[in-house]
């Protein structure tokens, strides 16, 4: 199982994914920066030796300068990137996807995914295959800087970025659930950066996941039981690269993760208004809070390539996916799992409201979110036939096929990172939202 | 003329020249074959100190990883003492980085089995079987195991050497030694063995950094620096390692190199004087062995070129073997391990030193001399196997002829060897005899026959 595109190769480790492909793609990359040096980090999944080490022959084979930050969570090495100009970033992680998958996800020197050109640049040098061979002269060097070198500075920027004094005033207890990923060894240090008393569960970055490492409710059964146990104010659930993060409410309600974007949002906007990118995927949600602060807001394809290269030439001030991925350029143009919940509880702490009253105050719709197995070769073939299925309505198929109507949305996409169909509608009902996506599977399965 | 292959991959493991053939998709690619054919388990990953070592063992871990080995990474390490540690940790095999003497921008992989040992011919067959086939076994994600750190890989190698060589006869003597690694994987541990055996140590180039200073063929000419430092500072001998510290070349107290051909005779005739046993050599080596063996009254065997050709007969030896190695400076030591080992050779040297109770010099002297000259011309194994079938229909009836390895050819007062080399794409010649003008003239025969026959092919 492989996926390679421009946002990088993907797959579950194996037969196809072998060190010898890491070594092409690391190759690919080493030519795209041209000599220039590298950081590298990977989280805690039982592969990422491999990959890394494959990564570092590969690199320092290319004539770059190797940086490796070891076990460091993705927004991390994206900000230390940008702190020592480096050439660009490899980030070993497959992110939210299971214990099986592992991937390269190629950092430009911004510190920002690489965009869908510069993507393509390095998918057409590792199809070319001419990689740079140094001569034992010409070798990059590899270094292991100590972690206070690169954990400090961000954190010390994380606590200027946000309004940590009111944070530290709140003395709030939080739960946070690292499923033993790249955030494990740095809770401590991001509690100790905003003054909260932290509760980590699963904090060992072992790479033995307790759950999948999709923030989302379904895996947040411990968080919530832990939250209710100790009477905490936020529980948060984090993707394996510290990406992503979903909420708990103090309630014990598992949030959607399509919370989080919006319920920071007023955040960002009311430090400095400007454009706001989501994804066509993302809920409603979003509208209404850039709405109120007079924001305008633009949608493009799934996946930080996308949102990324929209960001840049809008000059946005926001960004995020209804996976709970939601990014601060002026922090930094990175999804940023701890800058997130940095915000959220920033904004319980200025607020004065309870996690449940601020996700109260956002528009409710229900959104139905469902995939389906389809072969590679047919996943735009099957989306083609399926326009039928959206007749005479006004169709978007800037990311797959999406139409809307007054109460809500449907869409259907090809998966970003597996060869599934992703079907998602969102509704004020939420029998409107289940009928939408019902119609479509149906039609799917007679189609294949 | 046809291209010079600038890879070799054979029973000396693979090497090539990094930048062109030896690339970190050829490394890991074999060492998922080396995994997949020792079936999992520890493997240790070391290397000389060469620039380009990190490069190739990175790329080692990441092969060895995916088809579901645990890779124990003991850095730089010296090739006997990774040879050692192997069998002494019960390591399903072991992967070292190294291109042994060849120059700087050449690395290599060599290949090592659970006791220890090189793979044999029929092993490496078996297992390039497995690299031509890409038949890996590549290990499910959930089975993955992590890379393990070895720091003191070292020491278990240097106890056992201090085991059998730290008597109070040496340490007694106080030996003053100028020891030069060449900045390679022999140091820092040398220094630190011979201060273990009371010796003053006068070190050079003894930073692991790889960065040769002088030409890692430990042979006369590489190494004035030692002998200017044996005679500045009075040391009873100089010692120089090559990069990987297998071989051992030797400069007497006044400053001469005694010729890296004397190294075996003298480790040999040291040990044959405690214990009898056979002398096991491979065919090139010096003549003077087999008038150690006959002195002693010992058996010399002696076996085609590669050090696990060498190790193989002493292990199966009648009588057993006590002392072997090659021409080159390497001595096999079986009581420490069936390896070339510079530190061996040193312990073995610094005995005979102490119970002699006379100069390196005079030691020296009392050795059977000959004067062996070597030499290479370009030239692929192929086309030197068709030279050598011209040659052996013009030495059948001159001389005594052996093809057990190329061509050798034994007369009453020399002999001559020409064969491919096992690493290199070019065709050794080689010619002893009692005299320099013996060997000069024996060379410059077998030349000018290789001039004539190579007009043939």
């Given amino acids: 199982m492989l996926k390679i595109g421009i946002s990088g190769v993907r797959g579950i480790v194996g037969p196809s994914m072998t060190p010898t492909l890491v070594m092409d793609f690391a190759s690919a990359f080493g030519a795209f920066v041209d000599r220039k040096p590298v950081v590298l980090a990977r989280d805690t999944r039982v592969h990422g030796p491999m990959l890394r080490a494959a990564c570092v022959s590969a690199l320092l084979s290319s004539g770059c300068d190797v940086i490796d930050l070891g076990i460091c969570p993705s927004p991390i090495l994206q900000k230390t990137v940008r702190r020592v100009k480096a050439g660009g970033g490899l980030a070993v992680t497959a992110g939210h996807n299971d214990i099986q998958w592992n991937a390269l996800t190629f950092i430009g020197p911004d510190g920002a995914s690489l965009n869908p050109f510069q993507g393509q640049e390095v998918l057409d040098l590792y199809h070319l295959r001419d990689f ?53 060894p740095y809770l401590r240090r991001f509690a100790e950066a905003l003054g909260f008393d932290l509760i980590p569960i699963n904090d060992e970055p072992n790479g033995f996941f307790p759950h999948d490492p999709e923030p989302r409710p379904r895996n947040a059964a411990q968080t919530v039981s832990v939250v209710r146990a100790i009477g905490a104010e936020a529980g948060f659930l984090l993707s394996s690269d510290a990406g992503r993060v979903s909420l708990v409410s103090e309630t014990t309600e598992a949030l959607s993760e399509e919370f989080t974007f919006p319920l920071i949002a007023d955040a960002i906007l009311s430090r400095r208004c400007g454009p706001v990118i989501t994804t066509y995927s993302t809920s409603r949600m979003i509208e209404d809070v850039a709405r109120a602060h007079h924001c305008p807001l633009s949608r493009t394809r799934v996946g930080p ?11 946005a001030v926001l960004a995020g996916e209804g996976s709970g991925a939601v990014a601060a350029p002026a922090f930094q143009p990175a999804f940023d799992a701890f800058l997130s919940m940095a915000l959220v509880l920033e904004t319980m702490a ?76 969102e509704d004020k009902s939420r029998d409107r939202a289940r009928a939408k996506v019902d119609k479509i599977l149906q039609t799917v399965e007679q189609m294949i | 003329m046809k291209k010079n292959a600038t890879l070799k991959i054979s029973i000396s493991g693979a090497r090539g020249i990094v930048g062109e053939s030896l690339t970190p998709q050829l490394a890991a690619t074999l060492a998922q074959a080396f995994g997949t054919y020792v079936g999992g388990g520890p493997v240790l990953v070391g290397r000389d100190a060469r620039p380009s070592g990190i490069m190739l063992s990175e790329a080692v ?14 850095g730089i390490l010296p090739i006997p003492s990774f040879l050692f540690l192997t069998k002494a940790t019960k390591s399903a095999g072991g992967i070292a980085v190294t291109a042994s003497h060849n120059p700087k921008q050449w690395n290599g992989l060599k290949f090592i089995s659970r006791n220890g040992l090189y793979l044999n011919p029929l092993q490496t067959e078996e297992y390039l079987d497995i690299y031509h086939q890409a038949a890996f076994d590549f290990t499910p994600p959930a089975k993955y195991k992590n890379v393990q750190v070895r720091a003191d890989a070292g020491e278990a190698h240097l106890r056992r050497l201090l085991d059998r060589f730290g008597s109070a006869a040496v340490k007694r003597r106080g030996f003053k030694v100028a020891i030069d690694c060449n900045n390679g994987a022999g140091a820092p541990l040398a220094p630190r063995f011979l201060r273990e055996l009371g010796c003053e140590v006068v070190p050079l180039y003894c930073e692991p950094n790889g960065e040769f200073a002088h030409d890692p063929e430990p042979t006369p000419e590489n190494i004035p620096d030692v002998c200017a430092a044996v005679k500045s500072t009075g040391a009873d001998i100089g010692f120089v390692q090559d990069a990987d510290a297998d071989r051992l070349a030797v400069v007497d107290e006044k400053g001469r190199p005694i010729g890296e051909e004397l190294t075996l005779v003298l480790a040999a005739r040291h040990v044959l004087s405690r214990r009898k046993g056979s002398i096991v050599c491979n065919l090139s080596s010096t003549r003077a062995l087999d008038d150690i063996a006959r002195a002693c009254g010992v058996k010399l065997f002696r076996t085609k070129i590669g050090e696990i050709n060498v190790v193989e007969k002493l292990l199966s030896a009648k009588p057993k073997a006590v002392i072997g190695g090659e021409g080159n400076g390497g001595v096999i030591d079986p009581e420490i391990h069936p390896c070339r080992d510079s530190f061996a050779a040193m312990g073995l040297i610094l005995e005979a030193l102490a119970a002699g109770r006379r100069p390196v010099s005079t030691l020296v002297s009392s050795l059977p001399r000959y004067v062996l000259i070597k030499d290479r011309i370009e030239g692929s194994a192929e086309r030197a196997h068709r030279l050598i079938a011209l040659l052996k229909k013009r030495y059948e009836k001159a001389g005594s002829v052996s093809l057990l390895d190329g061509l050798k050819v034994d007369f009453p007062d020399h002999w001559i060897h020409i064969r491919p080399s096992n690493t290199e794409p070019i065709i050794r010649i080689l010619a002893e005899a009692k005299t320099a003008a013996g060997a000069r003239k024996a060379l410059a025969t077998l030349k000018s026959e290789i001039a004539v026959n190579l007009k043939k092919l």
């Fill in chain 1, 132 to 184: 740079e061979k140094a001569a034992t002269d010409g070798l990059g060097r590899l270094s292991t800087p100590p972690e206070s070198s690169f954990i400090d500075p961000y954190f010390d920027d994380l606590r200027a970025f946000v309004d940590a004094d009111s944070v530290r005033q709140a003395r709030f207890k939080v739960v946070i659930d690292a499923c033993a990923g790249a955030a494990a």
């Fill in chain 1, 305 to 315: 390539a996308h949102v990324f290269l929209a960001v840049g030439q809008d000059d």
């Fill in chain 2, 61 to 74: 871990t990441a092969g060895l990883l995916s088809v579901g080995c645990r890779p124990v990474d003991v």
């Fill in chain 1, 350 to 425: 200025r607020s004065g409201k309870r996690l449940s009253a601020l996700v109260g105050q956002l528009p409710r719709y229900h959104i139905v979110k469902e995939k389906i197995y389809c072969p590679a070769s047919r996943l735009h073939g099957v989306i083609g036939g399926l326009a039928k299925a959206f007749h005479g309505r006004d169709i978007d198929t800037g990311d797959g096929l999406r139409a809307e109507d007054k109460d809500g949305w449907v869409q259907v996409r090809a998966s970003g990172t597996e060869p599934m169909l992703r079907i998602i509608a």
